[in-house]
C-alpha cells in the first residue's frame, strides 16, 4: 500500500504563484519506480490532469498548464512538486496528488487533495 499527502494549497490573487507538494510513502515503496501527478477538479466539473513526473525523469504537462506551472521531484524526499505561476481564477480546484507504479497503467493511489482558491 501506499500513502499518498498533498499539502500546500490556499488562497491566492489572480497573477500569484503557490507550490503544492506531495509525499509519498509505504513499506513496498520505492519513490524511483513510480510515476507521480498532479490532477485537478473544480466545482461541477470533471477531474483533470495537469502534470505528471515520470521514473524516466521525463514531464509531461496539460496544454492548458504549460509555461505557468512546473512539475518536480526530490528522490531524497520522495515528494513531488507543483510550483503554480500566473494563477487564473479558472485555476481554482481541489488538486490531488496521485502516484503509480511503472508496472501499472493506471494511477492507483491518491491523496485527499488541496484546495486552491485563486480570487480575481
Known amino acids: 500500500q501506499v500513502q499518498v499527502e498533498e499539502s500546500g494549497g490556499g488562497l491566492v490573487q489572480a497573477g500569484g504563484s503557490l507550490r503544492l507538494s506531495c509525499a509519498a510513502s509505504g513499506r513496498t515503496f520505492t519513490f524511483s519506480n513510480y510515476r507521480m501527478a498532479w490532477f485537478r477538479q473544480a466545482p461541477g466539473k470533471e477531474r483533470e490532469f495537469v502534470a505528471a513526473y515520470y521514473w524516466s525523469d521525463s514531464t509531461y504537462y496539460a496544454d492548458s498548464m504549460k509555461g505557468r506551472f512546473t512539475i518536480s521531484r526530490d528522490n531524497a524526499k520522495n515528494t513531488v512538486y507543483l510550483q503554480m505561476n500566473s494563477l487564473k481564477p479558472e485555476d481554482t480546484a481541489v488538486y490531488y496528488c496521485?502516484?503509480?507504479?511503472?508496472?501499472?497503467?493506471?494511477?492507483?493511489?491518491w491523496g485527499q487533495g488541496t484546495q486552491v482558491t485563486v480570487s480575481s
Open positions: 496521485a502516484t503509480g507504479s511503472r508496472w501499472s497503467g493506471n494511477y492507483d493511489y
